[in-house]
């Protein structure tokens, strides 16, 4: 007999959107790591933790050129998202496993040390993927958590999870960087509406996704609330956050274009199941099941 799984974050199966407090911790345990012991209170009670220089500029550099190389040699692959109109690439998905430089860098004790401590345990890759917003036509992220997607969609039972998201251009306060409501990640959004069929291919390219995003009067409370931070720094410089935060980004209509490597980092003791709120799992490129702790 098949023990059923309790779902303690429903979502898209109601009209309207719902807030409830979050029931899981933020930061799971107290293993040692990178981060110092102010670090870690940060980002438990803001959701964040920003890191200065957290990669040399010769790394930053063979990023950027595994960017320029994966959207050209993978042109019509299914894990390389354009822009709708333009046709420039938007964000190229599955680079842990895509490229060597990404699989080396993302494995560092101070990168996934940063994961293992804040999870509390060894962890493996859920997602990766490397995005871009070419200056004049970069377009925007809506308004998301992160953890409401995985779980709907991925099947990920609990945001145990996290994401560093590294800089490989100047971030400035216009063009296109993360935006962050500090604090909202004690909140979850279930989501109204409902997942139709293969919604991923659509809702990577859509600016305003119909599901998995809260409501105007929903964002406007939230914002009200927490407020809003946003992120610059140089190249190199990183933003760690809660896969529970609510974020986004603007789109980029100045001449300099902003690019970052975007890793989610998961607990193997959180695990994927089926969907919660969806018709079947995502591409594996987008939530993996591989679970083997990253070494």
Known sequence: MQTAVIDDYPTRNRTKCVSVSRPDPVVWGSAAGPLD?????????????????????????????????????????????????????????????????????????????????????????????????????????????????????????????????????????????????PGSHRTFVSCAGTTPDDYYQQSLVTHVPPTGSPDEDMLTSMAAEHGIATFTGSAGSATV????????????????PRSNLFVVFNSVENTLGEPFSAPKPRPDYLGSRDFTPLR
Not at 125 to 136: A, E
């Open 37 to 181: 012991a102010s670090a870690v209170a940060e980002y438990d009670r803001r959701g964040f933790h920003t890191v200065d220089a957290l990669l040399p500029a010769h790394d930053v550099g063979n990023l950027l050129d595994e960017t320029a190389r994966l959207g050209r040699d993978l042109a019509d692959d299914e894990r390389v998202v354009r822009e709708a109109g333009s046709g420039d690439v938007r964000s190229v998905f599955d680079v842990h496993r895509l490229s060597d430089t990404v699989a080396e860098i993302i494995r560092r004790p101070e990168i996934a040390g940063i994961a293992r401590q804040l999870l509390g345990s060894e962890v493996y890759i859920h997602q990766s993927r490397l995005n871009v917003k070419p200056g004049f036509r970069g377009g925007p992220f809506y308004w998301h958590s992160d953890f409401e997607t995985w779980h709907a969609e991925d099947g990920m039972p609990r945001p145990r999870a996290l994401s560093i998201s590294v800089a490989l251009t100047e971030n400035y306060g216009y063009n296109g960087g993360l935006m962050i409501m």
């Open 241 to 256: 956050f809660d896969s529970n935060c609510m974020h986004g980004s603007n789109g980029n209509i100045t001449p300099f």
